[in-house]
């Protein structure tokens, strides 16, 4: 049993910035790894960035210089610091871990709405 809980998003001008955080039920150190996902209106589901147990962090083309995926296990939040938004960045934001045991098991978080507009 895991939950996860995003917040973080709402409206913010094109260039703005946003910090959003996802607050893990259990130790954040405890997942193989922990990604931010998006979907925009009539888009599908995108993967945006991920960050692995050891700290490899790896990046979306189109979010790649200007988002950046970090993680505080003693505070068991996943963060996504996003800078110099565009109206394209605007979708709903789902927090994701993974745990590894005998099976792999993918945990999502309700999602927080990110709007770029002027």
């Known amino acids: 049993q895991v939950q996860l809980e995003e917040s973080g998003g709402g409206l913010v001008q094109p260039g703005g910035s946003l910090r959003l955080s996802c607050a893990a039920s259990r130790s954040t150190s405890s997942f193989y790894a922990m990604a931010w996902y998006r979907q925009g209106p009539g888009k599908q589901r995108e993967l945006a960035a991920t960050?692995?147990?050891?700290?490899?962090?790896n990046y979306a083309d189109s979010v790649k210089g200007r988002f950046t995926i970090s993680r505080d296990n003693a505070k068991n939040t996943l963060y996504l610091q996003m800078n110099s938004l565009k109206p394209e960045d605007t979708a709903v934001y789902y927090c994701?871990?993974?745990?590894?045991?005998?099976?792999?098991?993918?945990?999502w978080g309700q999602g927080t709405q990110v709007t770029v507009s002027t």
């Open positions: 960050i692995t147990r050891g700290g490899t962090t």
């Open positions: 994701n871990a993974q745990l590894r045991d005998l099976v792999t098991r993918n945990y």
